[in-house]
């Protein structure tokens, strides 16, 4: 594919991604509520301090807020609000009242348009990763559409500034420079980048460091040091900050005291896969079709390392958010913290549809059938989590999920995807 021709089919994807984005009118504005404060803080100096919408904070009863001394912050990590710093800025100078308006009110809406803007950009980004890999653009385009409207990114990671989407968007650019290295070996060394920023974004990005950067030291040992150098260059900055405001080199956050352990732990690794109201395969049964496409990608021996390391991250990623106490995510739609491990998951789903390419008879037409059932219903259900309130609501009524109430995380009379249809 040319050069215009790439710019023109990009500019048309984002177009769609971030239409549909957009114009679905749920936001979910709740652990992320002070992103925008916080990056328009840092955009004016203040370091992520808040005590300037102090009246604010106490209208909201201080909700996941910090107090050092006499400045504020959000407990939540800062990478997605130095991410949107830019975007703030510029609203700021476009808008002479965009300040005002953050002093008196959470601004859900245009977060939720940032988040949006993130979301088609990592869905974009993952057509080209998929047309990297098999040179079609069916594939891609195939791929592309279930990684934008068939998973959380769009119940989830697009409804507002979570740290799910903008660690998606990193992980998707490190998969690109790592896969890139097959042609090209140096590439691999730029992918520690993207790699240390999604840290700084959410903690659960030690998963896929740990995995890559033994795989970029194990197969690509050459660039490894400049691969560290390239991670350091974000890390230590970081660490510097933390130091600076908090006093310390992890903040709260990122300490696993601060979370817990949970009791369930047998329970959660059951619920995140089939609970009718968090599991994985429930929200998003296409990716059953994942567990095939791992095993066809490992067909291919140059690639078999990097395909294995993938796989790896998904089963940790399982193992480390089922331990969480409150695994079920809190008040969200579907299984949030599962999120993170969407571009891997499609990634492998992307080999069935190879598969298909090369399949012939009857054969290719089951196959083709069932990736559209599966797919049509993930995005049945996708769709209704973003445009429907209902789906949010199911965590508070008729008892908060919360509050103990673990049981109706099991109840199929009353699956969370199935409000919005059975109980608008």
Request: with cysteine; glycine share 6%.
């Amino acid at each position: 594919m040319n050069f215009t021709r790439g710019i023109a089919l990009s500019l048309a994807l984002f177009a769609v991604f971030v239409a549909v984005y957009v114009l679905s009118v749920v936001r979910t504005s709740f652990d992320s509520m002070w992103s925008i404060h916080t990056s328009m803080s840092l955009a004016e100096g203040d370091g992520g301090d808040l005590r300037k919408y102090l009246p604010l904070l106490d209208r909201h009863n201080r909700y996941s807020i910090l107090h050092y001394d006499d400045r504020y912050y959000t407990s939540y990590p800062v990478g997605a609000s130095l991410l949107t710093v830019p975007i703030v800025a510029a609203a700021a100078w476009w808008d002479g009242d965009f300040k005002q308006r953050l002093a008196e009110a959470v601004p859900d809406k245009f977060e939720q348009r940032v988040a949006s803007i993130y979301g088609a950009i990592a869905a974009v980004l993952f057509f080209w990763l998929i047309y990297q890999r098999f040179s079609s653009v069916p594939i891609a385009l195939a791929s592309a559409g279930i990684f934008a409207f068939c998973t959380s990114m769009w119940s989830t990671a697009t409804r507002a500034l979570w740290q799910h989407g903008p660690l998606v968007l990193m992980l998707v650019l490190a998969m690109m420079l790592l896969l890139r290295g097959r042609r090209q070996p140096s590439a691999v060394q730029y992918a520690a980048i993207p790699l240390a920023f999604a840290f700084v974004i959410r903690p659960t990005a030690a998963i896929p460091i740990a995995v890559l950067s033994l795989y970029v030291l194990v197969r690509h040992r050459a660039w490894f040091i400049r691969f560290a150098l390239f991670g350091a260059a974000i890390g230590l900055p970081w660490v510097a900050y933390n130091l600076h405001e908090f006093g310390t080199v992890l903040p709260l956050y990122y300490q696993p005291a601060h979370h817990g352990e949970t009791t369930m732990f047998g329970e959660a690794l059951l619920g995140n896969l089939v609970s009718p109201s968090r599991g994985l395969f429930v929200f998003s049964p296409v990716f059953l079709l994942s567990l095939s496409g791992f095993v066809l990608s490992l067909r291919h021996r140059d690639e078999r390392l990097l395909h294995i390391c993938f796989g790896v991250i998904i089963v940790l990623h399982w193992l480390v958010v089922s331990r969480q106490p409150i695994w079920w995510a809190g008040v969200s739609f579907g299984p949030r913290f599962m999120t993170d491990i969407v571009p891997f998951l499609t990634y492998f789903l992307a080999f069935n549809f190879d598969l298909i390419e090369r399949t012939t008879g009857w054969r290719r037409w089951a196959f083709r059938g069932l990736v559209v059932v599966l797919a049509a219903a993930s995005m049945l259900i996708h769709g209704l989590g973003a445009t429907s309130p209902s789906g949010i609501y199911w965590n508070d009524v008729p008892q908060g999920i919360d509050m103990n109430d673990r049981a109706r995380l099991w109840d199929w009379k009353d699956p969370q995807f199935a409000r919005s249809l059975l109980r608008p």
